[in-house]
């Protein structure tokens, strides 16, 4: 991004020049072909012989010419200003920074000097006309980003150079790729959901942004060229961020600036940014891959992130940055980079950016009104199967922090960051796990996995944590043959527990505090060998409900602790957290069973289970009491969301519950305990197709713990927030009757029915609002949900 001129200060003030857009959007009638040229793009750009390219030496511009240069044969000529030293020179150096062949550059691509900002591309007539003559192609990749200037600074250079271009391509009927910007959907008048093709002229007063408005005017000239019969292709990336391999970037890109300048200022905004970028070398292979298709073509990535789990990894890579209130930090802007202050500060450029109110924006700032849920959503085909979409996960973020350090855009922390991700684990890693000979072992791919503390967890701790995918050739023993199998490999509770307090503290220093006091009661101490343990048990009744599992590999010394089990491919309603309203009374009453034998394995038998090494803490009614402080802390955090999602009296309740913690604690604890999974909900429970049978896994955070509290978990998931007391009641007595069968026990009905009620308190004391910290960075869609449904549990049985 160019830096404002100072006599464009005014910039978003300018005067609404809706009607000289509206004038600049009519294409002149003589631009159109002269006669019909073949269909379509031409096989797209990598089957051009000759392709005439603006921009080339900007940062997409070039990656743009990389990819047109090393996928095909085409000659490139580039229009290039000669305003620093001599337009060739400034060309080869562009090219070259990518990595390209020094005599390909030579050899392949010729220098037109040129400004697209003058009329006619700064280039004389004679020359447009022999390029028109001889050009088989034409990339328009040159603009001015700018999310400060107003439309008539940006006119010359982003809206007259693409008529002109048009006007030359016309007569050959030369097919024509636009490089235009996903910026143009963010207009405050279009509907939450809209076509492609949607009428972006009736929406221009709706559009605040000068630097969107230039691209919808230069769009709207491209599609009616497209209408008198030009090929044409246009092409809307989102936020385009650096290299995805070497972490390179644009040191005016406003991503880069906006990260500067919070870790400076030690506060980022408190807003529902999506965070959707894509590396510029993937913008160019996909722009490249899609050049045949002609029409528009969304360069969006498939999983976005969201701002406030970048701000999360900031932390995590040494810089102490808050989430504040987005009005305080508008104040805190407007005071650091006002006229008397540095005049070096990242965020002095976009000043007017943060701060303007346009006109029509019902008194939202420019970045309010593009935030998320204020984006337009698009039916486009999708493209990703052409070129691989590398995932925006905290190994990439780190790569462009590393590169924002080296620059010196941001300074370097004392903090020790991961070491890169070890290679694939090797056929000698699972025989050691196994106990039998392997001579294969072939990676297939990671599984998703939707924790952000895991996710990070697996960054901080430099190994390739997580769930893993395998194809295994086993030689000997029990499985011998290729079986697929899956790899959950764990680091050690102490990096997933300083991930926890990084998001504690980001969601609230009060909460961050308390979470530090009382981590090692939190639930993750001892999480990494606790798994492992639970997975080597080797009773009938867990071995049935729970994946085979084949080994399991303990290396305290490299700090990676895994188990190898099968893949769960035949089984049906895996990963259904979404989807509650697949699961029939039938499966419900199925998993209950389920439960009540897994349940039955450690019942009555909490003395043993206490001396287990692996089970971590194991708190009583006073030890609750003590922890006041944490409960409290997340409780404010999250009642306001509860609050919205149920009715206002939520927040009085978890006031009650955490008062009260002393009393009715002691209901789970009257009845025999016994190991529970403390995460039973349709995230990590399944059930097999060949006979009708639970699966249930995912045990790091098992427990000592009221047999309920897993069946409290499982009814708030799964139920609707309009259950009866009837239907409550039915499921929580055939999980009585089920367990007292696989015990062989008396369980007495009215103390089961209170320890019940205690476990619905327990809930929403120390788990739901737990997820709260974990929706405020990345959203968790099922909570809104379960936590309509607690609300009606409680109501059944209220304190």
Not at 71 to 76: E, F, G, I, V
Not at 126 to 131: F, K, R, W
Not at 334 to 362: I, V
Not at 595 to 611: G, M, N, T
């Amino acid at each position: 991004m160019r830096e404002p001129q100072t006599n464009a200060l005014h910039s978003l003030e300018a005067v609404d020049g809706f009607q000289e857009m509206l004038a600049d959007a009519v294409l002149p009638p003589e631009i159109r072909p002269l006669s019909p040229g073949p269909a379509g793009m031409r096989g797209g750009l990598l089957h051009a012989r000759h392709v005439l390219m603006t921009g080339a030496t900007g940062f997409i511009g070039r990656w743009l010419a990389n990819e047109i240069l090393a996928k095909s044969d085409a000659t490139l000529t580039c229009i290039v200003r000669s305003s620093k030293g001599d337009a060739t020179s400034r060309l080869r150096a562009a090219l070259a920074s990518t990595g390209l062949d020094p005599s390909t550059i030579e050899q392949r691509t010729r220098v037109v000097e040129g400004d697209v900002r003058q009329p006619n591309l700064g280039v004389s007539l004679d020359t447009l006309n022999a390029l028109s003559r001889d050009v088989d192609a034409i990339c328009h990749c040159a603009a001015i980003v700018n999310w400060v200037l107003p439309y008539d600074v940006l006119r010359a250079s982003n809206v007259e150079a693409t008529r002109d271009l048009l006007r030359l391509a016309a007569p050959r009927s030369v097919p024509f790729h636009f490089i235009s910007s996903l910026t143009v959907s963010c207009a405050a008048s279009l509907p939450s959901q809209q076509a492609t093709s949607f009428d972006a002229r009736s929406h221009l007063q709706g559009q605040h942004l000068g630097y969107a408005q230039a691209k919808t005017v230069a769009e709207l000239l491209v599609r009616e060229a497209g209408r008198r019969g030009l090929p044409v292709a246009i092409y809307r990336p989102s936020f385009i961020a650096g290299h995805s391999v070497t972490g390179a970037f644009n040191q005016d890109d406003i991503l880069a600036r906006v990260v500067s300048g919070c870790v400076r200022m030690r506060s980022a905004p408190d807003l529902d940014w999506l965070l959707d970028c894509l590396p510029v070398d993937t913008t160019a292979q996909h722009i490249v891959a899609c050049s045949d298709r002609g029409g528009i073509i969304h360069l969006a990535h498939p999983r976005p992130r969201h701002w406030r789990e970048c701000v999360l990894w900031m932390r995590l890579y040494g810089y102490d940055v808050r989430l504040v209130p987005y009005q305080a930090w508008l104040r805190q802007l407007e005071e650091e980079t006002g006229p008397s202050e540095d005049r070096m500060h990242p965020l002095r450029p976009l000043r007017s950016f943060f701060l303007h109110r346009p006109a029509g924006g019902r008194s939202l700032t420019l970045p309010e009104v593009m935030l998320e849920r204020n984006r337009r959503t698009f039916g486009s085909a999708d493209i990703n199967h052409r070129s691989p979409m590398p995932p925006l996960d905290a190994g990439l973020l780190q790569r462009y922090f590393d590169a924002f350090v080296e620059s010196g855009v941001l300074p370097a922390t004392h903090r020790a960051h991961s070491a890169a991700q070890p290679s694939t684990l090797d056929a000698a890693f699972f025989a050691g796990a196994l106990g039998f000979n392997v001579s294969e072992a072939e990676p297939l791919g990671r599984l998703s996995d939707h924790s952000i503390v895991s996710e990070l967890t697996s960054w901080k701790s430099g190994q390739a944590t997580g769930l893993h995918r395998y194809r295994l050739r086993i030689n000997e023993g029990p499985d011998r043959g290729e079986r697929e199998v899956v790899v959950k490999i764990k680091p050690s509770d102490d990096l997933t527990i300083e991930v926890g307090e990084a998001l504690s503290r980001l969601c609230s220093e009060r909460v961050g505090a308390a979470y530090a006091r009382w981590a090692d009661r939190v639930g993750f101490a001892a999480g990494h060998v606790r798994e492992l343990a639970i997975y080597q048990q080797h009773d009938p009744r867990f071995r049935r409900h729970t994946p085979n599992v084949l080994g399991t590999s303990a290396d305290s010394k490299h700090g990676m602790w895994a188990v190898v089990l099968e893949s769960l491919n035949n089984t049906r309603l895996r990963d259904s957290v979404e989807r509650p309203e697949s699961w029939t009374q039938a499966d419900l009453d199925l998993a209950i069973d389920g439960l009540a034998v897994l349940q039955s394995v450690w019942y009555d038998q909490e003395s043993e289970l206490r001396r287990q090494p692996w089970i971590g803490y194991v708190p009583t009614a006073p030890q609750m009491s003590e922890m006041a402080d944490l409960w409290q802390a997340v409780a404010a955090h999250a009642a306001p969301r509860f609050s919205a999602w149920t009715d206002p009296a939520l927040a009085a309740i978890q006031h009650r519950i955490v008062e009260t913690v002393a009393t009715w604690w002691p209901a789970l604890e009257a009845l025999p305990r016994t190991l529970i999974h403390n995460d039973f909900n349709p995230r990590n429970i399944c059930f097999r197709h060949d006979e009708p049978r639970l699966v249930a896994y995912d045990w790091e955070l098992a427990c000592v713990g009221a047999p309920q509290r897993d069946l409290a978990e499982l009814l708030c998931f799964l139920l609707p927030a309009d259950v009866t007391n009837v239907e409550i009641g039915r499921m929580l007595e055939r999980h009585r009757v089920s367990l007292e069968r696989e015990t062989s026990t008396s369980i007495n009905r009215a103390a089961w029915e209170e320890g019940f009620r205690a476990a619905v308190f327990d809930l929403m004391l120390n788990r739901l609002p737990m997820y709260a910290l974990v929706h405020r960075v990345r959203r968790q869609p099922f909570l809104p949900r379960v936590v309509q449904t607690w609300r009606r549990l409680y109501e059944r049985s209220p304190l």
